[in-house]
């Protein structure tokens, strides 16, 4: 299932300038998304501000290997058209083993990243960080878990020695698990380390 939503995630060449994520197209209308995936679909109230966009149009509950997020389309500010795709897991739930499933889709799918990097937490006011990149065509795909917890340790990273740190999480401290699709070139370059 989730291959399948990859397949469309990374189209092929002759599709990819225009193509995002299951054959949505950059700065496509938030109607034309609603028409698009019908009851799946639900139009929010007020849009949810994310700087340089804002969503008004969500789909609740998608899987990704086996636990649900909720996928935001982000229309651009000043066109309002099609800007970037998140796939977001609620906060509650970003935990090192939902993000395990998630990475562990996207590299059994697609092999390694093009580009990862992580960030041990310090001290138990820091995040750890890890982030995967993939680039092809005219499509990046960003996959990102920031962790606040008590366990210092890169709960993600751990997969290449075939142990994965669970950990525990500091009560209060917040969480993210998110995937990111965009056209090429629209995303920050933070992520430098070559695996």
């Known amino acids: 299932m989730f291959a399948m939503t990859l397949a469309l995630v990374l189209p092929g060449a002759a599709e990819a300038a225009a193509t995002g994520w299951h054959d ?13 995936f019908g009851a799946a679909a639900t139009r929010l ?14 789909l609740k509950n998608y899987e990704i290997g086996g636990y649900g997020f909720i996928v935001f389309f982000q229309m651009d500010k000043r066109s309002h058209g099609l800007k970037r795709i998140q796939i977001e897991r609620g906060r509650h739930g970003a ?17 390694q990243p093009s580009v990862a990097c992580s960030a041990e937490a ?5 995040q750890s960080l890890v982030e ?22 890169d709960p993600y990273l751990a997969r290449a020695v075939g142990d994965f740190v669970t ?24 992520c430098h380390m070559k695996k």
């Open 95 to 111: 935990v090192p083993q939902v993000a395990k499933a998630a990475f562990d889709a996207l590299v059994a799918d697609y092999g």
């Open 24 to 36: 949505t197209a950059w700065g496509e209308s938030t109607d034309g998304l609603g028409r698009q």
């Open 167 to 190: 950990g525990y999480t500091a009560a209060g401290l917040s969480q993210q698990l998110l995937i990111r699709i965009a056209p090429a070139g629209t995303e920050p370059d933070d």
């Open 132 to 153: 995967e990149v993939w680039q092809r065509d005219d499509t990046t795909v960003r996959a990102l878990f920031r962790e606040a917890s008590l366990n210092t340790l």
């Open 45 to 58: 109230d007020r849009p949810i501000d994310f700087g340089d966009s804002y969503a008004d149009l969500v």
């Open 122 to 126: 310090r001290t138990i006011a820091d």
